[in-house]
């Protein structure tokens, strides 16, 4: 997935580059590289980077596929009144295990993953007094 300037990355494990922020993680003892994130429209888009790639090495584990690490990207824009046009996000994950059982956990990660389940949904978001 080519990335526009307001794309991220977020790896874990074997996937995990050298460089960016790190981030404490539940899953793995090196912890998560993301990186940009140097405005909103990158924290927006790591929310569902992070959570994609959290659901992925839990979904892994109940459903016992062996995991090694894990990237996710994730882009998308906004019109020129900043609503959002969409996002995307791509997965990879490197795992000894099948493509079907990989196909599969993918699968059951975006069903369940929170955080696209809420932006998908809908939110109201408001200024409180």
């Given amino acids: 997935m080519d990335l526009s300037p307001l794309g991220v990355r977020a790896a874990a494990g074997s996937l995990r580059p050298s460089d960016g922020v790190v981030l404490h993680h539940s899953w793995t003892d090196e912890g998560v590289v993301i990186a940009p994130a140097a405005n909103g429209a990158h924290l927006l888009h790591l929310s569902v980077a992070l959570c994609v790639l959290n659901d992925t090495y839990r979904e892994a584990r109940r459903l016992d596929v062996a995991v090694d690490g894990v990237a996710v990207e994730v882009d998308g824009g906004f ?51």
């Fill in 79 to 129: 019109d020129d009144e900043w609503r959002s046009t969409g996002i995307q996000y791509a997965v990879t994950v490197d795992s000894p295990s099948s493509t079907e059982d990989v196909a599969r956990l993918n699968e059951v990660v975006d069903e369940i993953a929170e955080i696209p389940r809420a932006i998908r949904a809908g939110a109201r978001v408001e200024r409180r007094p």
